[in-house]
């Protein structure tokens, strides 16, 4: 307890006790004044004694009651001088303050968090359509030639082996639902990032609602504001959904980039007749032009692979058979840009299986 407190209760004491007193005194003194004062008739003794006794009896009370207060009075001393010194000890700092642990913390993702690049489906009209959407969030990141901070793109299946845009949708009009979400980092500490994400194919297995699809990942990242962008993420990777595989619609199937493939750019070729077999093309570059793809066969259901090489024509048969022509590099009689290859008429047809 602090001296300014023990002074309030003394003061607090001194006031009731004077107060007590005062009050005895005037009590005294209309005492002295019935007694100086002549009685109109005489009272006997047995009255006087009755008076007196009364007389006590008040001067009884006045003092429990005096000693309630008091008890009261300083009870409620204590309480305040307590609460005080526990406000105090609550204002004043410690030596070694415990910070609080915050309830929840905030993931790296929402902290960090550059942009996202999402690709969802709808399934409308009996069609299949891919929504590529790209978000942009900090101002260091870009797209290329265009200054919109959110990229939509609609597409059906494959023309050949570009997936089909389609314009004039109203991405509001059709109900999506979310296949990958890819956060968009800066884990190299880049001035700029450039964001080049995109749909590379995307094909329907036949009599189903289920498809393939391949998406290429391409972020560039530049320690300058001015551009000169060296990649940092360069992939593709194909994807399968399947409706029937509940809680598991989607698998990631496949990474293509150059430390694991020479022939790193996939895209859907042909099914077979049932459906559960695909071959994939898989080429050294795209839009480079000047070579043979691959020929990559899969089986949808095990996932497993097989790469048959470069062939000059490929079929599907039934149940994971197949027919080809190999491909064959024959000098060149006159000089010509890309590869010579011996005429497909004049090379046997082969037969291989899954």
């Not at 956060?183 to 297995?205: H, Q, Y």
């Not at 320690?223 to 992939?235: H, I, L, Q, R």
Request: hydrophobic letters at 30%.
């Amino acid at each position: 307890m602090k001296p300014q407190d023990k002074t309030i209760e003394i003061t607090i004491y001194f006031r009731f006790s004077i107060s007590l007193l005062n009050t005895k005194e005037i009590y005294m003194q209309e005492n002295i004044q019935n007694q100086n004062t002549p009685a109109i008739q005489p009272q006997s003794s047995e009255n006087q004694i009755e008076v007196k006794n009364k007389n006590w009896i008040k001067i009884t009370l006045f003092v429990l009651l005096g000693l309630a207060l008091l008890v009261g009075t300083f009870y409620a001393g204590v309480k305040f001088s307590a609460n005080k010194q526990s406000s105090n000890l609550t204002n004043e700092p410690t030596e070694n303050p415990v910070l609080p642990t915050p309830s929840t913390s905030p993931t790296i993702s929402e902290t960090n968090s550059l942009g996202k690049t999402t690709i969802s489906f709808s399934n409308a009209n009996e069609e299949i359509y891919l929504k590529s959407e790209i978000t942009l969030i900090d101002p260091i990141v870009e797209y290329p030639n265009s200054k919109l901070r959110t990229i939509t793109n609609i597409y059906s299946q494959d023309d050949r082996y570009e997936p089909h845009e389609l314009t004039g949708l109203n991405p509001n009009d059709y109900k999506w639902i979310t296949l990958v979400t890819e956060a968009i980092d800066n884990n190299a500490d880049d001035k700029s990032i450039l964001v080049s994400d995109r749909l590379f194919s995307f094909k329907k297995i036949p009599n189903t609602d289920n498809f393939l699809f391949v998406v290429e990942w391409m972020r560039s990242g530049s320690k300058s504001t001015a551009g000169s962008w060296s990649p940092t993420k360069f992939e593709r990777v194909l994807y399968m959904y399947d409706k029937n595989r509940v809680g598991q619609e989607l698998k990631k199937i496949m990474t293509f980039n150059d430390k694991s493939f020479k022939y790193s750019f996939p895209k859907i070729e042909s099914f077979s007749p049932e459906g559960r077999f695909v071959s994939l093309d898989l080429f050294g570059c795209w839009n480079c032009g000047g070579h043979q793809p691959e020929k990559l066969l899969l089986d949808s259901q095990s996932f497993t692979t097989k790469n048959i090489g470069k062939v000059s024509q490929f079929s599907w048969t039934s149940n994971g058979n197949y027919e080809y022509k190999d491909y064959v590099v024959i000098d060149c009689k006159e000089p010509q840009p890309g590869e010579c290859t011996q005429d497909t008429n004049t090379l046997p047809l082969k037969t291989g299986k899954m």
